[in-house]
């Protein structure tokens, strides 16, 4: 038992579960105390040690099973089920279908007779689907399919309908061959489940078997190529990295403050004391941003906006003023949802007021509205970041109203998740708006993302 809570283990781990080794220990105390022999006590223990988040418990769920299942379907012996009479026609019914293949047949007769699978034909079948090369779960259903075919289920089905028109030529009865029919279903769906449940065990205990992959840093990896655990990650380790970032810009303010001297404003405030520098003036070059943010919220940028405006309103502290809009296929203003919001809450109300659907992007038609209704925020000490990919779907791109843009801002940025290399290709038209930018970051990731609002923190 131990050997197998091992492999149960190691096969969590595999699947994404983050499991410590004390936990594991736990888990063996736990079930040391209980004992193995009520299932449900031995389930529910090694559920409270091992899944610590409610995400994994479906994994946990999916999992025991295949490790602690008995891989015995129940079935019926449905010849011990008939009358003497009708026994003697499935026999003659049988014999009738000499013609068909003989590995049917014998498929055919064991399910009348409810024998399950042995070991050796479930091993036999895995090895002509080529179970052994499998690694992964994701791949469970396919070598399902392929054992399937291996042992002619599909065939059998016809076998039986070929049965019932024999018996029913034979003068069975409809309510016999009604029950005959149901008893030969529930064996044909028992055999089916056998092969699943030895697919996905064999499945499982192979990838307890092999070293998990090194998981890339959280950080590195592409916003196109998140799983929903992975967002789920990231939503938790925001604020952590927004704590950070705000720690880090608070020292650059302090350090503006008693950093470098300024001589004029020294001499000039002294004069009263003769010019003796009783009092030491300071440059002060760092100065609270004011952002305008424009993101687009279309599918391919919407994990890479929820985490930039969740991370920009984690830092209102050391930023002077943040006005925010999104757009798909028009500009909406979101400001006001987070000035009554905390930031995650507030995200997740846009987002869901705001779903991608059939409309299709279109910066500059949002440009356009911006011009009408919000060019008045933009100032000399306003850095606008437009977060996109620059794809406007063949739309005008309206690049007059982002110059003017440019010109009435301190600076206008880019936050684009594509490399140059992609720029101008198909229907974007990045390599035209970045001229009219004072910088473009490439933001395919959360350290992309990051770096990118520190370097703007940091530059006031």
């Known amino acids: 038992m131990d050997k197998r809570m091992v492999q149960f283990i190691r096969a969590l781990r595999a699947a994404g579960v983050r499991i410590s080794l004390a936990e594991s220990q736990d888990a063996m105390f736990g079930v040391e105390a209980v004992g193995a022999a009520n299932r449900d006590y031995f389930r529910s223990t090694l559920r409270a040690t091992l899944v610590k988040e409610a995400r994994d418990q479906g994994t946990f769920d999916y999992f025991f099973p295949l490790f602690f299942g008995n891989n015995q379907p129940p079935m019926n012996n449905i010849p011990d089920n008939l009358s003497p009479e009708d026994q003697q026609k499935l026999q003659d019914a049988l014999q009738s279908l000499m013609g068909n293949m003989q590995a049917l047949k014998d498929l055919l007769k ?7 699978f042995s070991q050796e034909q479930l091993e036999q079948m895995g090895q002509q689907a080529g179970l052994q090369q499998g690694s992964e779960m994701y791949q469970r259903q396919w070598f399902e399919r392929r054992m399937n075919r ?25 309510e016999a061959l009604d029950e005959l029919r149901e008893q030969l279903e529930e064996n044909a769906q028992g055999l089916s489940e056998q092969i699943s449940q030895f697919a996905g065990a064999t499945l499982a205990e192979q990838m307890a078997g092999k070293e998990p992959d090194p998981k890339p840093d959280l950080l590195d990896v592409p916003f196109s190529q998140l799983s929903q655990n992975e967002v789920d990650d990231i939503r938790d380790e925001i604020r952590r990295l927004a704590a950070r970032l705000r720690s880090r810009a608070s020292l650059r303010q ?6 470098t001297m300024d001589p004029r404003r020294m001499m000039r405030r002294n004069m009263r004391y003769g010019g003796v520098p009783l009092e030491i003036k300071y440059h002060t070059h760092h100065v609270k941003p004011r ?22 309103y984690e830092l209102q502290d050391v930023v002077a003023k943040t006005d925010s809009y999104i757009f798909i296929g028009d500009l909406v203003d979101i400001s006001m949802t987070f000035e009554e919001k905390q930031p995650q809450e507030a995200v997740h109300q846009v987002l869901y007021e705001n779903p991608p659907g059939y409309y299709s992007t279109d910066l500059g038609n949002s440009l356009k509205t911006f011009q009408r209704d919000h060019m008045s925020k933009i100032g000399s000490r306003t850095t606008v970041i437009v977060l996109g990919d620059g794809r406007n779907n063949y739309n005008d791109p309206q690049l007059g109203i982002a110059s003017d ?5 301190r600076r206008l940025l880019w936050f684009c998740p594509e490399p140059p290399s992609q720029w101008g290709t198909g229907d974007s038209d990045m390599h035209q708006y970045a001229p009219l930018s004072d910088g473009v970051y490439k933001v395919s990731n959360l350290r992309e993302l990051a770096g990118a609002v520190d370097s703007i923190l940091a530059d006031g």
């Open 291 to 312: 952002l305008v943010l424009i993101c687009d919220i279309s599918t391919s940028m919407r994990y890479c906006a929820e985490f930039l405006l969740t991370l920009v």
């Open 110 to 116: 064991q399910m009348l007779e409810g024998r399950p």
């Open 150 to 174: 291996q042992m002619g289920m599909q065939q059998i089905q016809e076998m039986i309908e070929e049965l019932l028109k024999e018996l029913e030529a034979m003068g069975m009865s409809s």
């Open 254 to 259: 302090k350090r503006a403050n008693a950093g």
């Open 405 to 409: 843009m440019q010109r009435r801002a």
